[in-house]
């Protein structure tokens, strides 16, 4: 039992001794700045610039677009 206890406290102290948070934060990354990347061939596409996320165009010419509702209405009527 004295063991158990031991290698809890000294779980405990190691825990404390080294910060977990900033070990984590440094592993994933998690403080990095993202630069904006300006890709050359984006092009706006005209009635879909409130809430489009995706646009996916087929060999076909067929397009899948994944986009938000935007509720222009003042309310239920």
Same mark, same amino acid.
């Given at each position: 039992?004295? #063991?158990? *206890?031991?290698? !809890? %406290? $000294?779980?405990?102290?190691?825990? $404390?001794?080294?910060?977990?948070?900033? +070990?984590?934060?440094?592993?994933?990354?998690? $403080?990095? /700045? @993202?630069?904006?990347?300006? =890709?050359?061939?984006? &092009? %706006? @596409? #005209?009635? *879909?610039?409130?809430?489009? /996320?995706?646009?996916? *165009? =087929?060999?076909?010419? $067929?397009?899948? *677009?994944? +986009? +938000?509702? #935007? &509720? !222009? +209405?003042?309310?239920?009527?």
């Amino acid at each position: 039992m004295a #063991k158990l *206890i031991a290698l !809890t %406290l $000294l779980g405990m102290g190691l825990a $404390l001794f080294r910060n977990h948070q900033s +070990s984590y934060q440094t592993r994933l990354n998690a $403080l990095r /700045e @993202v630069q904006p990347v300006e =890709l050359p061939n984006c &092009n %706006l @596409v #005209k009635g *879909i610039e409130t809430g489009s /996320e995706d646009l996916e *165009i =087929l060999p076909n010419g $067929l397009a899948f *677009i994944s +986009s +938000s509702w #935007k &509720n !222009t +209405s003042d309310g239920p009527e």
